[in-house]
């Protein structure tokens, strides 16, 4: 991967690239302590991500799986109905980071006790019919999505990640458009 811009992580919190400022404001904190300070100041700033990303789209937003579970790697979805960016960052698991990575779609690896999940969050289509998305899923679900079926239904998220945080994206990608445009038909 060329350049990801991370949005936030939990993942590799470094105790020492954060010392000197808790103890600034906290002198003579134990080592636990610091801890602690450190894991509530970086869960704050997630909050602070939610109310940054807290973009209303007018669809749902689409989550692609790849689950790394006790029994091995399996594939899944879920739909993010309320379509608002804000809420793609929400997770059960114990660490997770949150980027959009050089192809500009929102991505999130989360580790667990049994592995690590990675997912991909797209937007659906304006455009795409209720029976074309329910194939999508259908897909998903076999296991036979491919990527022409993700671009026809779905959009990437950067774009509008992208222009809260000031970040400049790559163009979609030619054949990423032609294919939307084939679906368009």
């Known amino acids: 991967m060329d350049e990801k811009h991370v949005i936030w992580s939990d993942i590799n919190l470094n105790l020492d ?8 404001d906290h002198p003579g ?7 602690c300070i450190m894991s509530e100041t970086n869960t704050e700033y997630l909050n602070d991500e939610r109310s940054n990303l807290n973009i209303q ?13 006790w ?3 399996k594939t899944g979805y879920k739909v993010i109905e309320s379509g608002n960016i804000k809420d793609c960052f929400n997770s059960t698991c114990d660490n997770n980071e949150w ?13 667990h006790h049994d592995g690590t999940n990675h997912y991909l969050y797209r937007v659906v289509r304006d455009n795409v019919l209720y029976d074309d998305f329910q194939d999508l899923l259908d897909l998903i679900y076999d296991g ?13 998220l950067g774009d509008k990640i992208g222009a809260v945080y000031g ?9 990423q458009v032609s294919r939307q445009k084939e679906h368009e038909r």
């Open 99 to 111: 980027y959009v990575d050089d192809k500009g779609d929102l991505r999130c690896t989360a580790i």
């Open 71 to 73: 029994n091995g790697r």
């Open 17 to 24: 690239d954060w010392r000197d400022d808790i103890l600034s």
């Open 29 to 35: 904190a134990s080592e636990d302590e610091l801890y």
């Open 167 to 175: 970040w400049t994206l790559p163009p979609v990608e030619a054949k």
């Open 144 to 156: 036979k999505a491919t990527e022409k079926d993700v671009i026809a239904c779905t959009e990437r």
């Open 57 to 69: 789209l007018s669809k749902s937003i689409l989550v692609f799986a790849d689950l790394g579970l």
